[in-house]
């Protein structure tokens, strides 16, 4: 009986542990998904090590924090002692490896945030190329950073910041027009500036009314804000893809202008929308 009555246990555990399994599986899969909620990268680049927010403020002096954003969006806003190594440069694989070379430690890469994938590519481009292992992705970003540790933030060249003067996504939204809107409000007295590199003007969307002006051409930049003050007419901005332009905004707001709108999308957005859609016709 005692034989007997070990079998059924036996039997009974080989029928509950493929429940067990599943069960286990379900639950790990859940931990998973919520610790991916909002980084969506990672599913992306499973391969690809990342480090935490709270992590990188406490080993920020032991590791080189890479920036791998634009220059203007560095100048713009960046964490405190970070180096600006731009992926899109040509050069990219060739400072990192130079620059681990003198520093001989964890180089972590950064970006805009939970959206950007330039943390996770910068990685896989210095394993491949620069042939540095030894890296992590910040993927929370610039912003999550500044919001929590604003001392250790540079916005517009100042430090530490406040983070009132961080600019929502709400308030970014409110300047944004689609191109229909922007094409209307542009023929009607506004100041239309093209902020894109020179090298992407190949396709002009007001060919001969817009005004054409680098990102990091400060003069250029306040003699049309100046304009658009002095006449009270709004700036049409339009950017490549509707990215830069966020960042033209905190500039816009430290000159005190407020009757400003931007193309969403840029103009990518501009030129793929059906023409009958924007003139009606």
């Not at 990672?42 to 080993?59: E, G, T």
């Not at 003198?102 to 620069?130: M, P, W």
């Not at 005004?211 to 990091?216: A, E, G, H, I, N």
């Not at 009270?232 to 009757?259: H, S, T």
């Amino acid at each position: 009986m005692q034989t007997y009555g070990c079998h059924l246990n036996k039997m009974r555990y080989i029928k509950i542990l493929p429940i067990l399994v599943i069960l286990l599986s379900s639950m790990s899969f859940s931990v998973n998904a919520i610790e991916e909620e909002g980084f969506p990268g990672r599913a992306k680049y499973p391969s690809v090590p990342f480090i935490s927010l709270q992590d990188l403020y406490k080993k920020r002096n032991d590791v080189v924090i890479v920036d791998t954003r634009s220059k203007y969006e560095h100048s713009t806003l960046h964490i405190k002692n970070s180096i600006n190594i731009p992926i899109s440069g040509l050069d990219f694989s060739s400072q990192i490896r130079k620059l681990y070379k003198q520093k001989k430690k964890t180089i972590v890469f950064y970006c805009n945030g939970h959206e950007c994938t330039k943390s996770y590519d910068a990685v896989i481009k210095a394993k491949r190329f620069a042939k540095v292992e030894d890296t992590l992705a910040f993927d929370a970003g610039v912003f999550d950073w500044a919001r929590k540790y604003p001392s250790e933030s540079v916005l517009l060249g100042k430090s530490p910041i406040k983070i009132t003067n961080l600019i929502s996504v709400e308030d970014f939204e409110k300047h944004l027009l689609k191109p229909k809107a922007f094409l209307e409000r542009s023929n009607n007295k506004c100041i239309i500036l093209d902020v894109r590199d020179s090298a992407q003007r190949t396709d002009r969307i007001f060919a001969g009314y817009e005004q054409s002006v680098d990102l990091d051409d400060t003069i250029g930049i306040d003699k049309y804000i100046n304009e658009a003050i002095a006449t009270k007419q709004p700036l049409c901005i339009y950017d490549a893809v509707g990215e830069q332009v966020r960042w033209l905004q905190y500039y816009l707001k430290q000159k005190n202008l407020k009757n400003y709108f931007f193309l969403d999308g840029g103009a990518k957005a501009f030129f793929e929308t059906p023409y009958k859609e924007l003139y009606g016709s």
